[in-house]
């Protein structure tokens, strides 16, 4: 049974580029969050998504990023026009159901040059 | 002032003591998480309670709601238990967690 799948695990971007993160839930796992963990900073959540839908995007930057949780296929938070002010952690978590245990990803590194 | 504190911050100790690490909260909150963040970076959910007290293998968590309050004991500490040890809350209604900024605990062999 494998784990959260998350990839790429490092990722290289040039100012101005697009990088999209991929996270693939355990199998059975409806909801999956992202959080974002700066550079020497505490995690932050960006946003919550059951599929198709997205619950809550609060902690999400108003531009630039968007996160999909498609009926087929992996969780996608993608960055558009990336700067350097996104280079981060990037976790995505899943659980089987609205408040229950996560389990975590190992994380994509992003770093924009 | 942070939703959720900490502490200490960094923790350092012999191979074999007791370690506790305390997390206090100033919101009403349906959830709190501990999370062990490895050197690495991947991050593993130690225990998820609302009330009282877990425990698996060496590691206890506690709970207080009425002083919103808890504790992350380990026993019989060990080098592999080197990590950062974050707690983090959700709040009723809401399934966002906020987090603290962490424990750096390190155990001397």
């Known amino acids: 049974n494998a784990g959260v799948m998350q990839n790429p695990r490092h990722l290289v971007r040039r100012r101005g580029q697009e990088a999209r993160l991929r996270c693939s839930p355990m199998?059975?796992?409806?909801?999956v969050y992202w959080y974002r963990q700066l550079p020497e900073e505490g995690l932050k959540f960006m946003v919550y998504?059951?599929?198709?839908?997205?619950?809550?995007e609060s902690g999400m930057p108003k531009e630039r990023f968007s996160a999909e949780f498609p009926k087929e296929g992996p969780s996608i938070l993608r960055i558009q026009q990336v700067v350097r002010g996104d280079s981060a952690a990037y976790f995505c978590?899943?659980?089987?159901?609205?408040?229950?245990?996560?389990?975590f990803g190992s994380g994509t590194q992003l770093s924009v040059l | 002032k942070n939703e959720v504190e900490q502490s200490p911050q960094n923790l350092t100790a012999q191979e074999g003591e007791f370690i506790t690490i305390n997390c206090s909260y100033s919101?009403?909150?349906?959830?709190l998480h501990w999370l062990q963040q490895h050197p690495g970076g991947g991050i593993v959910s130690l225990f998820m309670?609302?009330?009282g007290k877990k425990k698996h293998g060496r590691l206890i968590a506690t709970i207080n709601i009425q002083e919103k309050h808890s504790s992350l004991h380990i026993t019989a500490s060990h080098p592999r238990d080197s990590a950062v040890y974050i707690c983090?809350?959700?709040?009723?209604?809401?399934?966002?967690?906020?987090f603290g900024t962490g424990t750096r605990l390190t155990i001397i062999p």
């Open positions: 998504l059951q599929k198709e839908n997205i619950i809550d």
């Open positions: 978590a899943s659980s089987p159901r609205r408040s229950e245990k996560l389990f």
């Open positions: 199998k059975g796992h409806s909801h």
């Open positions: 983090a809350v959700s709040v009723f209604g809401n399934e966002k967690l906020t």
């Open positions: 309670l609302s009330s």
């Open positions: 919101v009403g909150i349906s959830a």
